[in-house]
Nanobody, 121 residues
Framework: QVQLVESGGGSVQAGGSLNLSCVAS?????MGWFRQAPGKEREGIAH???????MYTESVKGRFTISRDNAKHTMYLQMNSLRPEDTAMYYC??????????????????WGRGTQVTVSS
């Protein structure tokens, strides 16, 4: 089992930036960021494996950057050009993926507590 600790959420003006961090209790092959706005479905926005192969959802491409430090078991999400529609609870998640299977969404079974991101217009 993996425990995840998140930090870095806050309130910013539109066009501003935030950097989220997620520290895992040990090594895990796949890590990802999800978000959920009130009344909306949880949305996967980016994930990355231990080799730093990554994927972004279309709405954040060019604005958000995912990275990780395997030695520290830590994943980051640099968020730039933030928009009011980015306002949501952001969750760190982890999956015991492999180089062959990579990181199927259904395998993300370890979750952080969430950190709130609020973007004002």
């Amino acid at each position: 089992q993996v425990q995840l600790v998140e930090s870095g959420g806050g309130s910013v003006q539109a066009g501003g930036s935030l950097n989220l961090s997620c520290v895992a209790s040990g090594p895990i092959y796949c890590m990802g960021w999800f978000r959920q706005a009130p009344g909306k479905e949880r949305e996967g926005i980016a994930h990355i494996d231990s080799a730093s192969d990554y994927m972004y959802t279309e709405s954040v491409k060019g604005r958000f950057t995912i990275s990780r430090d395997n030695a520290k078991h830590t994943m980051y999400l640099q968020m730039n050009s933030l928009r009011p529609e980015d306002t949501a609870m952001y969750y760190c998640a982890a999956s015991p993926g492999t180089p062959t299977t990579w990181c199927p969404l259904e395998t993300y079974r370890y979750w952080g507590r969430g950190t709130q991101v609020t973007v004002s217009s």
